[in-house]
T-cell receptor, first 113, second 114 residues
Framework: GESVGLHLPTLSVQEGDNSIINCAYS??????FIWYKQESGKGPQFIIDIRSNMDKRQGQRVTVLLNKTVKHLSLQIAATQPGDSAVYFCAENSGTGFQKLVFGTGTRLLVSP | DTEVTQTPKHLVMGMTNKKSLKCEQHMGHRAMYWYKQKAKKPPELMFVYSYEKLSINESVPSRFSPECPNSSLLNLHLHALQPEDSALYLC?????????????FGPGTRLLVL
């Protein structure tokens, strides 16, 4: 049978839709959060980051929301395109003095034309 | 330019072999990292180098030996690996080891241990 964790959560959307990818983080002391995009066969690519003194940050077509009360992070992608298809990871910095990134489990985004 | 390069792209090795992975960046970054990523899993931190000194070792087995010859280069020496060490090995760098600096990743070396 299947083992838990072998399949990534998947979000399927149509081209042009807005996408929302969610992430729960574990360490209430984490003060820096990043979203990465990883395409097949490539390394993670930085999308956007946010510090714990903010609750929203916008980039080009992307917005990150941070809710420290419930330890929740979300990535919103506007007007999703087929090129946005990838696995998206949130990461939190749990290090003190150094960067020690802990990645979430990831979400696969599939965009249909 | 935010490029981190890694060589080789693919590597197949036997359990008795010794091999090395290489990572290079020319962005003037002073912190460099090694991660291991298994299929369908997130990257997991292995080592952190800060100003060419090993700062964090996440309890990695001694068959993995990192080396930072200069501020632009990071190596990972492999010896007597096990099949379960097969994974994508990612290198990353950031401008400084500060807690809120952006890490930029290379494309990775896909390692298969037979």
């Amino acid at each position: 049978g299947e083992s838990v964790g072998l399949h990534l959560p998947t979000l399927s959307v149509q081209e042009g839709d807005n996408s929302i990818i969610n992430c729960a983080y574990s360490n209430s002391a984490s003060d820096y959060f990043i979203w990465y995009k990883q395409e097949s066969g490539k390394g993670p690519q930085f999308i956007i980051d946010i510090r714990s003194n903010m609750d929203k940050r916008q980039g080009q077509r992307v917005t990150v929301l941070l809710n420290k009360t419930v330890k929740h992070l979300s990535l919103q992608i506007a007007a999703t395109q087929p090129g946005d298809s990838a696995v998206y990871f949130c990461a939190e910095n749990s290090g003190t003095g150094f960067q020690k990134l802990v990645f979430g489990t990831g979400t696969r985004l599939l965009v249909s034309p | 330019d935010t490029e981190v390069t890694q060589t080789p792209k693919h590597l197949v090795m036997g359990m008795t072999n010794k091999k090395s992975l290489k990572c290079e960046q020319h962005m003037g970054h002073r912190a460099m990292y090694w991660y291991k990523q298994k299929a369908k899993k997130p990257p997991e931190l292995m080592f952190v180098y800060s100003y060419e000194k090993l700062s964090i070792n996440e309890s990695v087995p001694s068959r993995f030996s990192p080396e930072c010859p200069n501020s632009s280069l990071l190596n990972l020496h492999l010896h007597a690996l096990q099949p379960e060490d097969s994974a994508l090995y990612l290198c990353a760098s950031s401008q400084a080891p500060d807690p809120d600096g952006t890490q930029y990743f290379g494309p990775g070396t896909r390692l298969l241990v037979l």
